[in-house]
C-alpha cells in the first residue's frame, strides 16, 4: 500500500521559512521522481517543485525559484521542500505526489503565510 504523509505545515508570517517533509512508504522510494504541488485558495492545483531519483536533477515553478529548495533522502524515503522568504502568495494546502504507475498524493498540509 503506497503511503506519502506529509509534516504538519502552519502559520508563517511574511518572510519566514518553513521545511515540509513528506515520509513515504509502499513503493521504492529510490527510482521515483517526487514532486511537491500546491493549491492556494480558491485556486487550481498548481506544480512547485520536482527531485529525480538521484537528488541531482531538480525544478521549480518560477514563482518559488531562488526562494525554495527541495530535496531528499533515499535512506529515509523522505522528500523535503525548504521554503525561505515566504509570501502571502504562498498560502496553500501543499501535497506531495509520485507518479508510480499511478499517481499518488499525500493528505496534503496547510501553508498560511500571513501578518
Known amino acids: 500500500q503506497v503511503q506519502l504523509v506529509e509534516s504538519e505545515g502552519g502559520l508563517v508570517q511574511p518572510g519566514g521559512s518553513l521545511r515540509l517533509s513528506c515520509v513515504v512508504s509502499?513503493?521504492?522510494?529510490?527510482?521515483?521522481?517526487m514532486n511537491w504541488y500546491r493549491q492556494p485558495p480558491g485556486k487550481g492545483r498548481e506544480f512547485v517543485a520536482a527531485?529525480?531519483?538521484?537528488?541531482?536533477?531538480?525544478s521549480y515553478v518560477d514563482s518559488v525559484k531562488g526562494r525554495s529548495t527541495i530535496s531528499r533522502d533515499n535512506a529515509k524515503n523522505t522528500v523535503y521542500l525548504q521554503m525561505n522568504n515566504l509570501k502571502p502568495d504562498d498560502t496553500g494546502v501543499y501535497y506531495c505526489?509520485?507518479?508510480?504507475?499511478?499517481?499518488?498524493w499525500g493528505q496534503g498540509t496547510q501553508v498560511t503565510v500571513s501578518s
Open positions: 505526489q509520485v507518479h508510480a504507475r499511478n499517481d499518488y
Open positions: 509502499g513503493f521504492p522510494f529510490s527510482l521515483y521522481t
Open positions: 527531485i529525480d531519483p538521484t537528488g541531482n536533477v531538480k
